[in-house]
C-alpha cells in the first residue's frame, strides 16, 4: 500500500497541544499570566496550531516572516506559506520577551500561553494588497486586517484547548492524525479534499465524483469557523451533506468531516492555504473548481487554478483543477465547459449563492439544481428563520405597546 502524503515542510505533524500533566501545569500558570483575547479568526488559527493543522509553525509569524509571506509566500527561513498567521492587540504594557495567556473573545477561555519573541506593527494596507488584491472594506478579509490591534506579536505557542469542537460537533470533527488514521484503515493513499463552506448542491457533487473517477476517495472538508452573514450554519451543512453522502455516492468513498477555522475569502491565496493544510490532513489532492475562497468579483473564476501553477512543486498537494459545471438540458445531464459544447441557453448554472438566496427568499428551485433530499433540510432551516424573525418582530412590537 502506498503511503500518505507526509505533512507540508515536515516528516510528521507539528501538534503544538499540550497533554496530560503538562497541560495541568500550563493552565495553572497562564492564570497568573496577563490576558491577550483572540479574535474569532486567531482563535481557529490557535486551535488549528494545536492540532498540527499548520505544521511546521510553532506560533505566530513575526515581522520578517510576515513581510516575506506577504511579498514572497514564504516564511523567512523559505517554507511556502501563502497567508499570514498572525496575533494582534492594542496593549501598550504587553512588551518583548514577555509571556502571556491566550483568550478566547467569546468565552474567555485560556487556549494556549506565548512567549512574545517580537511586537511590532505592520503596514496593514500592504498585507490586504498582497493577499487579498484590494483594500476595499467591503471584502470581509479586508475588515479582518483592517480591524486587527495596533501591534503583532510573534513568538511560539502552547495550545492549552481544543476550542470545543469535539464537544460540540463529536465524529464531524476530526484532527489530522484522525483522518490520516482514517485513511490508512481504509487503505487509501490518493484523497481528494473538497472545501465547503456551503451544502452541496449538484455541481459540488459532479466535482466529487470526478475525483473519485482518479483517487481512492475524496474527503469533504467543510469549515467550521466564523463565516459572513448569510451563510448557511455548519450543522445544517453537515445534515445535508451526510443526506447527500448516504444516498449518492458510492458506499465507503467518501469522508466528511470539519476543520476549525474562519473563512478569509482570500480567493487565490486562500486556494493555496487550502491545498497546504489539506496534505497536513493527509490528502494528495484538492479540488479546485470556479470562484474558489472567492466572494463577490474580486477574483477572476479561475485565478486559483492559475496561481498553482505559479508556486511550481511548493506543494506536495496538487489541484484537481475542473471547470465551470452545470445542468445541460440537452445533455440531460450535469456537465462542464470543456465537455459541453451547447450554449448558454441550454445551461443551468449552479452556485451556492445562487441556492441560498432562492431558498431565503422561498422561492422555487429549479429541477436539477440540488437533490430533493437536501432541499428538504435547508427549506426547514430558513423555515425556522422566518420563524424566528416573526417572534422577534412581535416580540418588538409588544415591547413598544
Known amino acids: 500500500m502506498s503511503e500518505l502524503v507526509p505533512p507540508h515542510g515536515s516528516k510528521t505533524l507539528k501538534s503544538l497541544a499540550l497533554e496530560d500533566d503538562a497541560l495541568t501545569t500550563e493552565l495553572e500558570k497562564a492564570k497568573s499570566l496577563p490576558k491577550i483575547t483572540c479574535s474569532s479568526r486567531e482563535f481557529g488559527d490557535v486551535i488549528?496550531?494545536?492540532?498540527?493543522?499548520?505544521?511546521?509553525?510553532?506560533?505566530?509569524?513575526?515581522?520578517?516572516?510576515?513581510?516575506?509571506?506577504?511579498?514572497?509566500m514564504t516564511t523567512s527561513n523559505g517554507t511556502f506559506w501563502p497567508i499570514p498567521i498572525t496575533l494582534s492587540t492594542d496593549d501598550e504594557?504587553?512588551?518583548?520577551?514577555?509571556?502571556?495567556?491566550?483568550?478566547?473573545?467569546?468565552t474567555n477561555e485560556i487556549i494556549a500561553t506565548m512567549v512574545i519573541n517580537e511586537k511590532y506593527t505592520i503596514d496593514k494596507e500592504y498585507e490586504c494588497e498582497r493577499v487579498y488584491?484590494?483594500?476595499?472594506?467591503?471584502?470581509?478579509?479586508?475588515?479582518?486586517?483592517?480591524?486587527?490591534?495596533?501591534?503583532?506579536?510573534?513568538?511560539?505557542?502552547?495550545?492549552?484547548?481544543?476550542?470545543?469542537?469535539?464537544?460540540?460537533?463529536?465524529?464531524?470533527?476530526?484532527?489530522?492524525?484522525?483522518?490520516?488514521?482514517?485513511?490508512?484503515?481504509?487503505?487509501?493513499?490518493?484523497?481528494?479534499?473538497?472545501?465547503?463552506?456551503?451544502?452541496?448542491?449538484?455541481?459540488?457533487?459532479?466535482?466529487v465524483n470526478t475525483a473519485l473517477e482518479t483517487c481512492?476517495?475524496?474527503?469533504?472538508?467543510?469549515?467550521?469557523?466564523?463565516?459572513?452573514?448569510?451563510?448557511?450554519?455548519?450543522?445544517v451543512r453537515s445534515e445535508a451533506i451526510s443526506t447527500l453522502i448516504d444516498n449518492y455516492f458510492v458506499e465507503n468513498t467518501v469522508l466528511q468531516s470539519g476543520y476549525p477555522l474562519d473563512m478569509r475569502y482570500a480567493g487565490p491565496r486562500e486556494a493555496?492555504?487550502?491545498?497546504?493544510?489539506?496534505?497536513?490532513?493527509?490528502?494528495?489532492?484538492?479540488?479546485?473548481?470556479r470562484d474558489h475562497a472567492g466572494i463577490g468579483d474580486y477574483y477572476g473564476p479561475f485565478d486559483a487554478h492559475n496561481i498553482f501553477d505559479e508556486i511550481g512543486d511548493a506543494l506536495l498537494t496538487q489541484p484537481l483543477k475542473l471547470d465551470w459545471s452545470f445542468w445541460c438540458y440537452k445533455c440531460a445531464d450535469i456537465t462542464s465547459m470543456d465537455i459541453c459544447p451547447h450554449s448558454n441557453e441550454d445551461r443551468l448554472l449552479l452556485s451556492g449563492?445562487?441556492?441560498?438566496?432562492?431558498?431565503?427568499?422561498?422561492?422555487?428551485?429549479?429541477?436539477?439544481?440540488?437533490?430533493?433530499?437536501?432541499?428538504?433540510?435547508?427549506?426547514?432551516?430558513?423555515?425556522?428563520?422566518?420563524?424566528?424573525?416573526?417572534?422577534?418582530?412581535?416580540?418588538?412590537?409588544?415591547?413598544?405597546?
Open 353 to 401: 449563492s445562487k441556492l441560498r438566496y432562492l431558498l431565503s427568499e422561498n422561492l422555487e428551485v429549479p429541477e436539477n439544481f440540488s437533490r430533493v433530499e437536501v432541499l428538504t433540510i435547508l427549506r426547514k432551516y430558513y423555515a425556522s428563520i422566518k420563524e424566528d424573525e416573526k417572534v422577534n418582530v412581535e416580540l418588538k412590537g409588544h415591547s413598544a405597546r
Open 48 to 72: 488549528m496550531l494545536g492540532i498540527g493543522g499548520f505544521t511546521p509553525l510553532d506560533g505566530f509569524m513575526t515581522k520578517l516572516d510576515w513581510q516575506s509571506v506577504c511579498g514572497n
Open 133 to 207: 488584491q484590494t483594500t476595499e472594506m467591503e471584502h470581509p478579509g479586508v475588515v479582518m486586517v483592517m480591524e486587527q490591534g495596533k501591534y503583532n506579536l510573534g513568538g511560539p505557542i502552547k495550545v492549552l484547548s481544543d476550542g470545543g469542537y469535539p464537544e460540540k460537533y463529536g465524529d464531524l470533527y476530526m484532527t489530522p492524525t484522525e483522518t490520516r488514521d482514517y485513511f490508512k484503515d481504509k487503505g487509501w493513499s490518493t484523497i481528494a479534499a473538497f472545501q465547503t463552506r456551503n451544502p452541496m448542491h449538484m455541481s459540488h457533487e459532479y466535482l
Open 272 to 289: 493555496l492555504l487550502h491545498a497546504l493544510f489539506r496534505q497536513n490532513y493527509g490528502c494528495s489532492h484538492l479540488i479546485v473548481g
Open 216 to 235: 481512492d476517495g475524496v474527503m469533504i472538508h467543510s469549515t467550521l469557523g466564523e463565516l459572513k452573514p448569510g451563510d448557511i450554519p455548519a450543522e
Open 93 to 106: 504594557e504587553i512588551k518583548e520577551e514577555d509571556e502571556v495567556a491566550l483568550v478566547n473573545s467569546k
